[in-house]
């Protein structure tokens, strides 16, 4: 039996061998069935769990109603900005007790802004969180109120917490990677200081920086409000990793003196008691082995005159697939979210209490309020943005010509200097072939 078996293997009859090859087609043909089915009930990305995160218009709706509720403290605007078809709005609250109007200098000011990369969602839920704390409808856990209440009396906050509606509304729709604004623009290298620079490593899509310093309304906006709120201290929320940044990011140094020393020491304290350690702590550009050119932060820093200008970065979840952007910006689980919104609303309000001990409130770090310089792209866009609110589209053709404009202005400034440089050489020049005529009489030579 065993030869005739080997024989029968070795001459195997043709119609056995079609057989077999048509069993081995079905049984790949099924396996392939069975692994696609896997895949599309297991998909290679985290969807935003509804759950646990509020959408974009549910959380601008459950701030209005909790402004309506605690009128006594709070108060809502939502500004709105456009250009060439482009439109914008952000939405700012504003904490105050004791509140004496928008002109109010006497207290220290503090400016944080939420949600300016769209993906980012989680940044969003902590300024929901901490405008909740500040209304008394919920708490920190171990916080002293009364104490708290203390320091609140001397302040001023406005929170923006949702930088980048339009570009939230994109992930929301199923784009979970995206960071730029509705019109593909990153605006967090929108902003002046060292704009449009292109490192090696350049990515045109996620750090794409517009077509000029403030092209885009949403950084037009902040700008504003910004140099007209002149805060004391500025924090840029946003996640993908744990951090604690201030300046630079678009250079690998810090600033010198007495203001680095400040703001590095306020850092080490809240990494010590909230980060628990696990926080990079220095400038952005030096700590996360990128530069970035034309952020916010540098901006508030260098041109605002910011005293303390910061980045926190809040999560990050670096077992992620750069493709599950979901999972690598925001927490996906309650208890994950929940220590995140505890930990990072504790050392927000750890900055309210240690910030104004930091500063002296009245010199504004040696900076007179009224002596800022800006550029005269920054003036002329102020200016513009300012008459198109106010007037309406009709100013809209303004805008359309703001590059020829600075085009002109600079070309201005740089004959002036060639004209001034031409007459200097003449006048050195003629001096130097000038013959000396003696005033003594010739007669004296002869």
């Keep these: 039996m065993k030869v005739q078996y080997h024989q029968a293997m070795s001459h195997p009859h043709p119609f056995l061998l079609l057989s077999s090859f048509l069993s081995i087609i079905a049984s790949f043909r099924s396996f392939s069935f069975v692994y696609a089915d896997a895949n599309l009930t297991q998909p290679s990305f985290t969807p935003i769990n509804r759950d646990l995160y509020h ?24 500004i709105k900005a456009g250009n060439r078809g482009y439109e914008a709005e952000i939405t700012v609250v504003t904490y105050c007790q004791n509140w004496k109007g928008s002109d109010d200098k006497s207290k220290f000011r503090i ?28 708490f920190l856990p171990k916080m002293d109120r009364g104490s708290l209440n203390g320091t609140l009396d001397n302040l001023i906050i406005k929170v923006v917490p949702m930088e980048n509606l339009n570009g939230r509304k994109l992930v929301e729709a199923g784009d979970l990677c995206e960071r730029r604004n509705g019109r593909g623009v990153d605006l967090n290298r929108n902003w002046s200081v060292d704009w449009g620079k292109k490192e090696k490593d350049y990515d045109p899509y996620e750090e794409n920086p ?28 946003h996640s993908g990793m744990e951090a604690l940044f201030m300046p630079y990011d678009h250079k690998n140094t810090t600033p010198d003196g007495l203001p680095s020393h400040q ?15 696990r926080c990079m702590i220095g400038s952005g550009g030096g700590s996360v082995g990128y530069l970035a050119h034309g952020t916010a932060t540098d901006y508030m820093y260098d041109v605002a005159k910011v005293p303390m200008a910061f980045t926190f970065e809040i999560y990050g979840d670096d077992t992620a697939s750069t493709k599950d ?44 309020n009224l002596e800022k310089w800006v550029s005269i792209d920054e003036y002329l866009d102020g200016y513009l943005m300012g008459r198109r609110n106010r007037y309406g589209k009709k100013m809209e053709v303004l805008e359309v010509g703001m590059q020829e404009i600075r085009t002109y202005f600079r070309l201005f400034l740089l004959s002036s200097v060639l004209l001034l440089f031409m007459f200097c050489s003449r006048i050195s020049k003629t001096k130097g072939g000038r013959q000396i005529v003696s005033s003594i009489p010739l007669s004296q030579y002869t």
Excluded: Y
């Excluded at 590095?264 to 980060?275: I, K």
């Design 55 to 78: 959408s974009s218009n549910d959380l601008i709706e459950q701030i209005k109603s909790l402004v309506h509720q605690h009128p006594d403290k709070l108060t809502v605007e939502t």
């Design 111 to 138: 400016l944080l802004s939420f949600g300016q990369h769209g993906r980012e969602l989680i940044t969003s839920e902590l300024a929901w969180r901490i405008l909740s704390i500040l209304s008394e409808e919920q």
């Design 210 to 237: 517009g077509t000029a310093a403030f092209s885009e309304p949403e950084t037009q906006i902040m700008r504003n409000l910004a140099l007209s709120f002149d805060p004391h201290i500025w924090i840029n929320v």
């Design 263 to 277: 703001m590095r020491s306020l850092l080490e304290e809240l990494n010590e008691v909230h980060c628990h350690k």
């Design 325 to 368: 952007c979901f999972k690598m910006f925001n927490p996906v689980d309650h208890t994950t979210l929940k220590k995140v919104l505890n930990d990072w609303s504790a050392a927000i309000f750890t900055i309210f209490k240690e910030g104004p001990h930091q500063l002296d409130v009245h010199s504004k770090a040696g900076v007179p």
